[in-house]
């Protein structure tokens, strides 16, 4: 068994798993046996957030497993995100205590944040050791170039949505210029995401999006290497240089998505896979208005 898979070196030194667990819409009845099945499938990257819901469900597995002495914390990596409705730089500290008391952890290995405007908070919290790297989600080029001029702490990661229909090449292409490593949420297309309630109750009407685990090229090199589609589409974004935090609740689907590091794509295929010529982004993020 794979334990851990490859690791992205954070420009601070900090190791990050290249391959890690989503857990947007791995609800409280679910994500606990989700979280147990990727830790004893050799994940080792535990990606959440305020917002989900489930970081107390994921904090009392991820006790069990350092208590018992299954794991130690060193061994692991776990990502949070600040939600957007604390994002004064005074508030950020108190949001990141409440998500570390429902993880019940010290400290989280990366702390993200959807708003620019709180990454001074951000700061805070990495230089009194509460994250050990920080970082930004859903932000663009310009975004990122204009929290670079003026922070103290340079930005360790950003995550966003990036998967074979909408491939970043730009903000990829930044983030190498700026030596920070950058997450693919939804690299398989969500597929789920249709069915995402918010609290309230309100659902989105999402567009129609063409299903890149369908697609002809995908098809064809999942039949050529023996895998699934997933593990192709997730292959691709790996020998991208790219991290990437896959969800599911299923449990053949963790271990098959963990599954992806006994074959390579060769130059020519990740030629094909990167020239695809359908384009189509999924997340906009007027859904935080919801």
Not at 48 to 70: F, M, P, Q, R, W
Not at 258 to 282: A, C, P, S, Y
Request: hydrophobic fraction near 40%; charge should be positive; charged fraction near 25%.
């Amino acid at each position: 068994m794979t334990v851990g898979g490859p690791m992205i070196t954070l420009y601070n030194g900090r190791q990050m798993p290249q391959v890690g667990l989503g857990t947007w819409m791995a609800y409280p009845n679910e994500v606990a046996a989700a979280v147990r099945t990727a830790l004893d499938a050799g994940y080792r990257l535990i990606d959440t957030a305020t917002c989900y819901g489930n970081e107390k469900e994921i904090g009392d597995v991820l006790h069990e497993y350092l208590t018992s002495g299954k794991l130690k914390r060193e061994e692991l990596f776990v990502t949070t995100k600040l939600w957007c409705s604390h994002n004064r730089p005074s508030e950020v500290e108190g949001q990141i205590r409440e998500s570390l008391m429902k993880l019940q952890l010290d400290y989280v290995d990366l702390y993200l944040a959807h708003m620019p405007a709180a990454f001074n908070g951000l700061e805070g919290v990495y230089e009194k050791g509460l994250a050990k790297a920080i970082g930004l989600s859903n932000v663009n080029c310009e975004q990122v170039e204009r929290v670079q001029k003026s922070a103290k702490v340079k930005i360790h990661n950003v995550q966003v949505e990036c998967y074979l229909y909408f491939p970043q090449y730009e903000l990829v292409e930044l983030c190498k210029k700026h030596n920070i490593s950058f997450t693919a949420y939804a690299p398989l297309g969500s597929p789920g995401r249709v069915n995402w309630k918010h609290p309230s109750g309100a659902k989105l009407v999402w567009a129609e999006a063409k299903n890149p685990l369908e697609n002809d090229v995908v098809m064809k090199l999942a039949t050529k290497y023996k895998k699934t589609s997933a593990q192709i589409l997730l292959r691709h974004l790996l020998q991208r240089d790219l991290a990437i935090i896959p969800k599911s609740t299923n449990e053949s689907r963790i271990k098959e998505n963990f599954n992806i590091f006994d074959f390579k794509l060769t130059v020519e295929e990740m030629k094909e896979l990167n020239d695809v010529k359908h384009r189509q982004r999924l997340f906009f993020q007027d859904l935080y208005a919801v």
